[in-house]
């Protein structure tokens, strides 16, 4: 063992460098991390963190879907923009409200029928 200070060779426990007085490391457990070099870590699959739930889109599309936000949901921004904007329309009328029902209630049934590797590829790319 070598003193990190002046590089004078060191007795095994001592706790002072004999030659410049600087106190050594000896006795003090040096904990593994700080002497190991970091290994790698293995490289593990982490899904998309912007990943659409069917469920989610399902619940949205039911309560909301009149004004398209199942399809902004789903990235969808044309179609929900349009359903939007109608559905806030249709607010006064009821004929623009009924047209964005009946749209979302095929969206529903699309939903609904569409098996989790077809929504997972359709949306989740």
């Not at 410049?20 to 991390?33: D, F, I, M, S």
């Amino acid at each position: 063992m070598f003193c990190k200070n002046c590089g004078q060779a060191l007795d095994n426990g001592v706790r002072f460098c004999p030659n410049c007085g600087t106190e050594t490391t000896a006795g003090v457990p040096v904990p593994p991390a700080a002497s190991d070099p970091v290994a790698p870590r293995p490289a593990t699959y982490a899904p998309p963190r912007d990943r659409k739930e069917k469920s989610i889109a399902l619940i949205l599309c039911l309560f909301f879907g009149c004004f398209g936000v199942h399809k902004l949901y789903l990235k969808e921004q044309k179609e929900g923009c349009v359903m939007l904007v109608i559905g806030l329309f249709g607010l006064f009328l009821l004929i623009p409200l009924l047209v964005t029902g009946i749209w979302s209630l095929i969206n529903l049934i699309q939903l609904l029928t569409m098996g989790s590797e077809e929504f997972d590829r359709k949306y989740n790319c």
